[in-house]
């Protein structure tokens, strides 16, 4: 084949177009070393429907927030992800969202749930009654608060910040709700069957202190001291021991097994000193206190808000590492101890200055037999304890489902604006150079054309003309 002599302009045409692949070429490795520079875009918002939000599998926004992440390689990866939430996500949600700012990865939240902080709580009265007090504590609003369990509405009131009940049975769950705010705990009950061993003098005080906790549900086995080598029995009292008895109640200063209460007490048992019992030198070892000297009854005193201190009292100084319970205001400037609790191995030993609480049931007010009663109610509560309830979910630092806006906002953070989130950031002023710059890198394939297409008219010039 001859050569056909280029005429000038067809050379020309030929070297222009190398020159622009070579140039394309030192572009493309050039943008290949400069690092990315910010890029001057709003930002990009997810969304879900509430239905996705509500998935207690959390499907949809793993998807989502995964195929967020790894959208790019390398330094491109996202530091920030950006999500509108028109609901509470469900527990499982909000703790994969706290995963990714776990990972370093900010999530800024635009609040579209019409929620309110609301928190709920269910605690077991400590006893054989089985009631449940309930405490809901959310923002004040003009929407009804809804209490309901398993087997429908409980109450509904006017939402105030704090409200509470008392329940004598639940069906689990236990759902408080405002408008689209609810909580839920699972008060799951133990059971309670453990019995308590009374042991007292006979008189008056042992009298009403039985006839109170049995009223109040408790089951008691009493033993009283009637003489030396005699007593009295109420139902049936067997050996001191954990796996029957719950508490054991001394009342007088009677004479007792004080290694068999003490070795019950660092097996996980509870025992009330009440009273002249405060004043048994064998159970010195193990009592919270020590009873110096009576204090006497204010005349009067039953008949009005502060009936205890019409009642005759011990003095009491609170053993180093006690906890003071309850105070009696006293004529001498300062709170006089009346309760004082101490854990003495697993167990508690509880003490009660009071000498005749009777007087408080049968002299006081036409309240007095429920006060007393639940004084000693509160009592044996405070010393035998009750499991806590049990829950399903998995135990940890976070409110989780009991308060579920606190725990999105603990896990994720505060939500932010829509202005302050899809705001286009400052932008610096670029050279043409860049500019032009940020064009190729935006658009790689238009570099790869502009090269590919120079190569090959140049290739396509010279085999017209019969050169290689």
């Known amino acids: 084949m001859t050569t056909t002599k280029p005429n000038r302009p067809r050379s020309m045409l030929e070297r222009a177009l190398r020159t622009v692949a070579w140039l394309g070429l030192a572009t493309a490795m050039y943008l290949a070393s400069r690092p990315a ?15 996705d939000l509500a ?52 999530v800024n939240w635009i609040d579209r749930t019409q929620a309110s902080g609301l928190a709920l709580s269910a605690t077991a009265v400590a006893g054989p009654s089985g009631a449940v007090d309930v405490r809901v504590v959310g923002a004040p609003s003009s929407l009804l608060l809804v209490l309901r369990d398993a087997g429908g509405t409980l109450d509904s009131i006017p939402n105030t910040r704090v409200a509470a009940w008392r329940l004598a049975s639940v069906s689990p769950p236990l759902r408080a709700a405002i408008g689209a705010s609810e909580a839920r705990v699972p008060t799951r009950l133990p059971a309670f069957t453990r019995r308590v061993m009374l042991m007292a003098q006979p008189g008056w005080e042992s ?16 033993r009283y001291r009637v003489s030396p080598r005699a007593a009295v029995t109420l139902g049936a009292p067997g050996r001191v021991d954990t796996a029957r008895y719950a508490v054991v109640v001394l009342l007088d200063s009677v004479a007792v097994d004080a290694v068999a209460i003490r070795r019950f007490v660092q097996q996980g048992g509870g025992v009330v000193l009440g009273g002249d019992a405060l004043r048994i030198p064998a159970l010195a070892a ?159 394939g238009l570099l790869f054309m502009v090269i590919a297409m120079a190569l090959l008219g140049e290739w396509a010039s010279r085999r017209l003309r019969g050169n290689r």
């Open 207 to 222: 009298k009403f202190v039985t006839a109170a906790l049995e009223e109040a549900g408790w089951h008691i086995d009493g």
């Open 37 to 51: 520079g910010p890029r001057d875009r709003r930002a990009s918002v997810l969304r879900w429907s509430a239905s």
């Open 55 to 106: 998935d207690s599998s959390a499907t949809v926004l793993t998807t989502a927030l995964v195929r967020e992440i790894i959208s790019a390689s390398g330094d491109t990866q996202p530091r920030r992800v950006n999500v509108e939430l028109t609901a509470v996500p469900s527990q499982r949600a909000r703790a994969m969202l706290g995963a990714v700012v776990g990972a370093d990865v900010s």
């Open 286 to 444: 193990i009592s919270p206190v020590r009873a110096t000297m009576v204090r006497g009854a204010v005349a009067g005193a039953l008949l009005t808000d502060t009936p205890q201190r019409g009642l005759e009292a011990w003095e009491l100084v609170a053993n180093r590492g006690a906890f003071v319970v309850r105070s009696d205001d006293s004529d001498h400037g300062h709170a006089e101890p009346a309760l004082v609790a101490q854990r003495i191995g697993a167990g508690r030993v509880v003490a009660s200055a009071y000498r005749n609480s009777w007087r408080w049931r049968m002299e006081g007010t036409d309240d007095g037999a429920a006060e007393h009663r639940a004084w000693w109610g509160s009592v044996l509560a405070l010393a035998a304890g009750v499991p806590a309830m049990a829950d399903d979910a998995v135990v940890d630092a976070y409110p989780g489902n009991a308060a579920p806006y606190a725990d999105l906002v603990a896990r994720v953070g505060l939500p932010v604006s829509v202005d302050g989130m899809t705001a286009a950031p400052a932008a610096r002023a670029l050279s043409a150079f860049d500019q032009l710059m940020d064009r190729l890198r935006a658009a790689p």
